[in-house]
């Protein structure tokens, strides 16, 4: 389960998410295989996706938003 | 009239020159074993009387030319020609330092834990760097030792990562596997030249010590274009130090990509299923077929207490194995945090806060730099020592990036001496 981090910043988006089964916060660098990883579970629909104020994301919305990612 | 024979002592050595005109003795005048180095007065024959080729390399008898000999700057590199001295052009344009891709070649940086026990699954769990790949292959220990290698094996080495075997298996079937593998971004392998006409070979050294005698697989493994290319090293005595030396041939086929991303894996087979040995040992570069990676491999994973233990890794360019490159602490201590940074607490103490005058609900902000650039912008964890009108668990790292981070946490509560402490850990591994 990954949830996005809350930006605090008006008009910023969020950078990264937060691993929710350790608490790390991974940035969206491709470089990043953590990132990289993210985004193969989130299109293999085996994982879930909260928003930035916890609310879960269907598969859909959530293989969509990551479509938007670098 | 010509002379036919002279009698030993009839000629004087110092009545040579004006009893015989010039050129009047040649070469072919003077019989084998006529002349020995006896007879010879201290400076008859220098430089000047020595025509091109007339003293051949199968003329000079061994140890006829000793370094008592030889005066000052009587040898200088264009004396030498080209394969004059074995490995001499091998190591021509080589470099004096950083040779070895290799990152803690010697164990010597242990940033996560000393000894990891139930290993079940691939990741980096103890020396920096090097990691363990396995799958439906028995249970594992992974830890630094710097006791057994000063004791018994390579001295110039004070540890050693060694593997063993905690719960076995005896029946890898088709896809079980154990590798243990150091990856390697691009940007440290251009000078490769991998998939160029002048691409160079790899050679890979190190030492190890296994309980099993036998043979094992080292491959190297191109991420990029999919290749890959295997040799086999024989582990000819249980339980003793032996140092393997493996040569790669060169691929003219396939650049590396000259990025931070992986590239490479310089791994060592340790178990492998029929998925890997089902075919022949793919000995030269070639597209994966992963039947022909690991044929031959012995299954260590098959008795509980089996161990290898590996030390002194270094990896290459060119066809010879010089000597292991023995880099400061300081330095191989900084090469590992470009991909891993432990700053956690209390293993290296608290190291970033917050403290001052807060509100309640309003976020507090701090900014850190990591003590060397990473490799890609890492994943970072908290661990927490305290807080005080700030909410126990994990601030937020908001931006984060190659060189630093920016993390927050929001007051919940009003008062004059509020504060959050922790450390970090950073991981940009490949």
Known sequence: MYKLIKSIFPNSLSNGVIRLSDGACIPFDPANTDYANFKKEINAETVELQDAEGNTMTAAEAKAYVATLP | ?430
Do not use: H
């Open chain 2, 1 to 430: 009239m010509p002379l036919t024979k002279v009698s030993s002592g009839v000629i004087a050595a110092n009545a040579v020159v004006d009893s015989f005109g010039t050129q009047s003795i040649t070469s072919d005048k003077i019989g084998l074993g006529a002349i020995t180095g006896n007879t010879l007065a201290p400076n008859i024959i220098n430089a000047n009387n020595i025509v091109n080729a007339s003293i051949t390399g199968a003329k000079i008898a061994a140890n006829t030319i000793t370094g008592d000999d030889l005066g000052q700057n009587s040898v200088s590199a264009n004396n030498i020609a080209t394969n004059a001295i074995e490995n001499y052009t091998a190591l021509t344009n080589r470099p004096l330092s950083n040779r070895n891709i290799v990152i803690n070649g010697a164990m010597t940086v242990v940033q996560r834990n000393a000894n990891t026990t139930s290993i079940t699954t691939t990741g980096y769990y103890s020396p920096d760097r090097f990691n363990i790949e396995l799958s439906s292959a028995g249970t594992w220990t992974m830890n630094v030792d710097s006791v057994g290698v000063n004791r018994a094996g390579p001295n110039e080495f004070g540890n050693s990562c060694n593997l063993i075997v905690t719960t076995a298996n005896t029946n890898l079937g088709t896809g079980g596997y154990v590798i243990f593998s150091q990856l390697v971004e691009g940007l440290n392998l251009q000078q490769v030249k991998k998939g160029t006409a002048n691409a160079e070979s790899l050679t890979v050294s190190f030492w190890a010590k296994s309980s099993n005698t036998g043979t094992f697989i080292c491959e190297l493994y191109d991420n990029d274009n999919s290749r890959q290319c295997s040799q086999s090293y024989t582990i000819s005595t249980a339980g003793t130090w032996e140092k393997k030396v493996i040569t790669f041939p060169a691929d003219t086929t396939g650049r590396f990509d000259n990025d931070n991303a992986l590239s490479l894996y310089l791994t060592f087979w340790l178990a492998s299923g029929t998925t890997f040995t089902s075919g022949t040992l793919n000995t030269t570069w070639a597209s994966v077929t992963n039947a022909n990676r690991a044929v031959g491999q012995l299954n260590l994973a098959n008795r509980a207490g089996n161990y290898i233990a590996i030390t002194g890794v270094q990896m290459e360019t060119g066809t010879v194995a010089t000597p292991f490159e023995m880099r400061s602490i300081g330095t191989e201590f900084q090469l590992c945090q470009r991909y891993y940074i432990d700053a956690s607490y209390p293993n290296t103490g608290a190291t970033i806060g917050f403290s001052g005058n807060v509100t309640n609900g309003n976020p507090y902000f701090v900014n850190f730099t990591y003590p060397v650039r990473m490799r890609a912008a890492p994943t970072l964890t908290w661990t927490s020592w305290a807080d005080a009108l700030f909410p126990a668990g994990s601030p937020t790292f908001q931006f984060t990036g190659v060189v630093g981070s920016n993390l927050y946490k929001s007051a919940n509560a009003t008062g004059v001496s509020g504060y959050f402490l922790g450390g970090y850990t950073a991981s940009a591994e490949l």
